[in-house]
C-alpha cells in the first residue's frame, strides 16, 4: 500500500468510525422517538389537534397553556401575581414534581430526563416532592400536552400524554411554561419579527396569536426558540400564519429542544 492510499484508507476508517459514533448517538437520543423529523411545535399540534378535554381539566389556550379560567386568556397571570418559584439560600430554585403512575418506565425515564437537563444549564432543580412542599408539578397523562404559566400554588397538572407528548423537546417547552414562559410568537416585540397573517388562521383559533406584554429582558426574539411556534401553525387552509420579517423565507418553530437563548433568558429571569 503506498503512503498516499494508506493515509486514504486511514481517513476512510476514522469517517467511518466517527458516522458509526454519530448514529450511535443519534439513535440513543432518538429511541424515545418515533417522530425525530418534527419539531416541538410540530409534535404539540398534532398530539393535541383532536383533544378532547375531560370536565376536570383546565381549559387551554395557544394550543398547550392552562388557565384557571376564561377570564385569564388576556393577562399573564405572572405580571400580575408574581409567579416565579423562589430560591433557595444555595441559589438554587427547586421545583418539586410528582410523577403519577400512569407512564411506564421508559415514559418516565424520557420526563426524568427532560427535567434533569435544567441542571445542566441553569440553577432550576427539579426534585421530587417532600411532604413539607406547598407548591408542586404533578405530572399526568391527561388529555394532550399542557401546562399552566409560571408557579399556580399548590398542586398544578403538567400533562404530557403518553400518546404524543413524550419527546425531550416537548418535555423541555412544557417545563418551561410551568416556569414561567409564553410562547414565543406572544412575545410584545414579535410584530418586528413575524408577521401574524390572521386571514389564514383557523376560526376561533385566533387567540393563539394575540400579544403578551412579556418580560424579555432584553433577549432576542428566537426563531429557533422551543416556544417557537411553526410557519403554519393553527391553519385552516395550509398557507403561513406566520411569516418572519424582513425575509419571508428564513424557517423558524424547527426546535427539537432548548435554544441558547432560551437557557440564557430561563438564566436572566431566575438570576441563576
Ligand atoms: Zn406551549
Redesign the pocket.
Known sequence: MSRMSAFRFSALALLLLSAYCWADSEVESSAENDSQDLSVSEL?ERANRHRIGSDDEPILT????ALGSEAERNADPCTSQGCKWGKASDGKVYVPYYITNHFSSREKAIIVRGLESFSSFSCIRFRPTQSSDRDWLSIESQNGCYSFVGRRGGKQVVSLARSGCLYHGTVQ??LL?ALGFN?EQTRSDRDNHIQVLLQNVQSGMEHNFRKIATLNQGSPYDYNSV?QYHKYAFSKNNQPTMLPIPNPNVSFGNAKEMSRNDIARLNTLYKC
Not at 62 to 65: A, K, N, R, S, T
Open positions: 404539540l395557544e394550543g398547550d397553556i417547552h412544557e411554561h410562547h416556544m
